[in-house]
């Protein structure tokens, strides 16, 4: 037996996650629902370390990883914490 944990729905560069709000019908009844963030999970090299990194990215986190590069981001990402 093997236990899945399943993927937490945040971004580890922008820290978009979940939001909630309504489903609104032609008659203006309201039901809760989840706006879910476009995460997905990617595996990055890092020339310098000489090794790979996965991490939980958004579509807007992955522009970012591109712009500044993976090595300006992953200094950015553990300065927050």
Known sequence: TQIVREMSKVCEVTGKKVMFGNNVSFSINK???RFDANI???RF???????WVT???SARGLKIINKKGISAVLKEINSKK
Do not use: G
Request: hydrophobic fraction near 20%; aromatic fraction near 6%.
């Open 31 to 33: 039901t809760k629902r």
């Open 40 to 42: 997905s999970k990617k």
């Open 55 to 57: 991490l939980n990215v």
């Open 45 to 51: 090299y890092i020339p310098e370390e000489d090794r």
